[in-house]
């Protein structure tokens, strides 16, 4: 294997890593400290420290080696390898971080009253490692390769099968903690998709819009004249009329929204106007590839 080949590994590895120990990181610092709750294997891991006292970076592998091994045979592919990745340096960080707080290293914040200040860091911190493992193609294991067998064996979504299973793991918590924190894992779940999706959506977000109007190419040549900033011309036809048109599309950051609309309003006071949200911008004038 070349050098090249194994930077681009290094690459996808390395964030897959860095993104478990966020995530081991906030298990073990804000859930575990709070006895508040996850979804999926997480939270069965969970549940069973709560009930017995089983260290989560033990039942942690214990549980993903069996599914690992039935994701190797049903689906193969890269992504499988990555969940490799994504369930040994989970697991290595949990270890970790359990030695760290058991040595007095590191001291979790545990609290009697801020519940709420713990559910939503804690939303933060798993949604970013999450984030981090989801975006370069790795997962944590568990219930997403379950998920992926289900689904192509059945028909079924991904995300019907998650929140089904979110929905008995976080239920059958009502067992061993109350309700009330129940009520504020609920509210770190929700932190941390919000989180998620963020970073799988991509920090820098910008505006697009899709102009139709008969003086697209005027548009389209202000818009590369005065916003220096590219358009695209779409032919088009209207449906009612039948006349030819060009449709313009363009990606312009939020600071430009206003001078695009003004410029398109000073050609064609009639254009219809669609202004949408579009993430994660690469290419010239925006994030660099």
């Not at 290595?92 to 713990?118: M, N, S, V, Y």
């Not at 860091?121 to 379950?146: E, K, M, P, Q």
């Amino acid at each position: 294997m070349n050098s090249s080949k194994l930077n681009a590994i290094a690459r996808t590895v390395a964030p897959i890593m860095l993104g478990t120990a966020v995530y081991a990181f906030g298990l073990l610092y804000f859930i575990l400290p709070n006895e508040l709750m996850e979804g999926g294997v997480t939270g069965i891991t969970i549940l069973l420290n709560y009930a017995f006292g089983i260290p989560i970076f033990l039942t942690t592998l214990l549980i993903n080696l069996p599914l690992f091994l039935m994701g190797w045979k049903m689906l193969g592919g890269r992504q499988i390898v990555y969940t490799g990745v994504g369930i040994g340096s989970l697991s290595f960080f949990l270890w970790l971080f359990e030695r760290a707080i058991h040595l007095g290293w590191i001291e979790p914040f545990a609290t009697k009253q801020d519940f709420i200040l713990a559910s939503l860091y804690a939303g933060v911190t798993l949604g970013l490692g999450l984030g981090i493992v989801f975006r370069f193609g790795g997962t944590t294991g568990g219930v997403d390769i379950v998920a992926r067998i289900v689904g192509r064996k059945f028909g079924w979504s991904m995300g019907q099968f998650i929140l089904a299973s979110d929905v008995v793991i976080i239920g059958a918590s009502l067992l061993f903690i109350t309700k009330e924190r129940v009520l504020y894992t609920l509210v770190a779940v929700f932190i941390a998709s919000r989180v998620i999706d963020f970073i799988q959506e991509g920090a820098y977000a910008a505006k697009a819009f899709t102009i139709i109007t008969d003086h697209g190419e005027e548009i389209a040549r202000l818009v590369t004249t005065d916003l220096d900033r590219s358009a695209t011309l779409i032919p088009s036809i209207g449906a009612y009329s039948k006349q030819a048109k060009h449709m313009v599309y363009c990606v312009v950051s939020r600071q430009e929204i206003r001078q695009l609309s003004q410029l398109v309003k000073s050609v064609d006071p009639r254009a219809f106007v669609i202004i949408s949200d579009v993430h994660d911008v690469q290419g010239e004038g925006f994030r660099e590839v």
